[in-house]
């Protein structure tokens, strides 16, 4: 957990830009973290920004910035909601649609396939049955009866008969978890991409603000590439957020 820290001596300069990636993605957990303990570290943490961004004189050149960088922060912790709503509909979508297409399937089966998969084996027995007759007569040969032949064949063909249709339904089923695993693929790399998008744009500010506080570039520091990397790498389902049924992958925070 976040130590709450003194703030009253820090300069501008202490603040880097990175922070409003940092204190962006706080607010937002602050707002929607389901994690007890995360949700109040997050507090904490902002808690700290905006001591920290408060500590300057009112309408100086570092409280323009501390503004700027207050501002992008926000911004940020807004975008990640908003692309964490979206990414929640397009689960929950894909979760319906999924369940629509096994019903329809199961209901297809159970009124139609009933009568017609009967039929069709009934046929195919039956094709069966008289073929191994026409073939072996009306008398035994080599010790075979031709009933009982005809019988068997007919009931072996009935039963591979019924095995290719389970295979179909299974490949049916199949195609549908397929297409569900597609969508929720797609919803979640498209929920990164947003999210990357968030925080570049945030950065962005963030350094500007830098510029016109210092006339300088920001000092590089490797914060922004981890955030950027742990957003990539944590997938669709973050500890905060709702389960919608069983993803490929996890949430991404």
Not at 12 to 41: F, M, T, W
Not at 84 to 105: G, V
Request: net charge positive; glycine share 6%.
């Amino acid at each position: 957990m976040a130590p709450e820290t003194q703030t009253s001596k820090i300069s501008a300069r202490d603040i880097h830009p990175v922070v409003a990636v940092e204190a962006g993605y706080n607010i937002y957990l602050a707002d929607n973290c389901q994690d007890s303990e995360l949700h109040k570290s997050a507090q904490i943490a902002v808690r700290n920004f905006n001591k920290a961004i408060n500590s300057f004189p009112e309408k100086s050149p570092e409280a323009l910035y501390c503004l700027n960088l207050r501002m992008a922060a926000n911004s940020l912790a807004r975008g990640i909601a908003t692309r964490k709503y979206n990414l929640n509909k397009r689960i929950a979508a894909a979760d319906q649609r999924k369940d629509d297409m096994i019903r329809r399937l199961a209901e297809t089966e159970k009124l139609v396939g009933f009568f017609r998969g009967g039929l069709q084996l009934l046929l195919l027995g039956g094709f069966g049955y008289f073929l191994v007759r026409a073939i072996f007569g009306r008398t035994q040969t080599a010790g075979i009866d031709p009933r009982y032949a005809s019988i068997a064949f007919a009931l072996a063909l009935a039963l591979i008969g019924s095995c290719v249709k389970s295979r179909l339904i299974a490949k049916k089923v199949l195609n549908v978890f397929a297409q569900y695993n597609e969508a929720i693929t797609q919803a979640n790399d498209r929920y990164i991409q947003s999210v990357v998008t968030e925080y570049k744009l945030t950065a962005e500010t963030a350094n500007l603000a830098w510029k016109e506080l210092t006339g300088t570039d920001p000092p590089t520091t490797p914060s922004f590439d981890d955030l950027l990397l742990g957003v990539m790498a944590s997938g669709t389902r973050a500890p905060e957020a709702e389960n919608h049924g069983p993803p490929l992958a996890q949430k991404p925070t």
